[in-house]
């Protein structure tokens, strides 16, 4: 998510992370960020597991083994929700993007242990994020969901989460220029980043 500086974006990871854990932030100093509510499911992240279900099966098709296959369908299943919820309240919860980091990190693992690189070119990837971050320019969850689909598409190989971070920013650009033009201050980073991977995913599959 865009910020306006350093400062703000400090104020914004603290308030988030606090929030994720169920505290509220009231007193004297304001951070100009309201109190959120718990994680709600609505209709249409029903739409997750079906897309899920899809993605695994055209992985399946195109080869993909089942450390691959994994970490790509629950992206895949988790995406609705992360996108909705990223466009209407501007966060990322940690409810989704940790259980979706831990899965990549498995996978990851188990790439490194059969002697395959691949997940270091995503580690680069999670932290060119984290500097953005740091810089005031995005959140703490867009690093956490960057990282955990990086680690997803490496299982792909070395340049799909490179590719898909290069496409996420691409995305990311068009629809920050599109929310200017508008007059809005700041641009969700999560369905850019979605996106962008989705569009590499599907690119390494086909290759």
Not at 33 to 52: E, I, N, T, W, Y
Request: glycine share 14%.
């Amino acid at each position: 998510m865009v910020a306006p500086g350093y400062r703000g974006a400090v104020a914004r990871h603290a308030t988030e992370a606090l929030e994720d854990a169920g505290v509220g932030m009231d007193g004297g100093v304001s951070t100009g960020v309201a109190a959120r509510p718990p994680l709600a499911l609505r209709p249409s992240d029903a739409l997750g597991p079906p897309l899920g279900a899809v993605v695994a099966t055209l992985a399946w098709a195109a080869g993909a083994d089942a450390v691959a296959l994994v970490p790509l369908a629950v992206a895949a299943a988790l995406a609705p929700a992360l996108a909705r919820i990223d466009v209407a309240e501007r966060r990322l919860p940690n409810a989704l993007t940790l259980p979706l980091l831990s899965v990549g990190a498995v996978a990851a693992v188990v790439r490194l242990a059969q002697g395959d690189l691949a997940p270091l070119a995503a580690l680069a990837s999670a932290l060119v994020l984290l500097a953005m971050a740091v810089a005031g320019g995005m959140g703490m969850g867009d690093v956490k969901l960057g990282a955990a689909l990086g680690l997803a598409l490496a299982t792909l190989g070395w340049a799909a989460p490179i590719a898909g971070l290069g496409a996420s920013v691409i995305v990311g650009g068009i629809a920050g220029a599109a929310a200017l033009a508008l007059g809005r201050r700041t641009v969700p980073f999560g369905p850019a980043l979605l996106i962008g991977h989705g569009v590499a995913a599907a690119g390494a599959m086909l290759s």
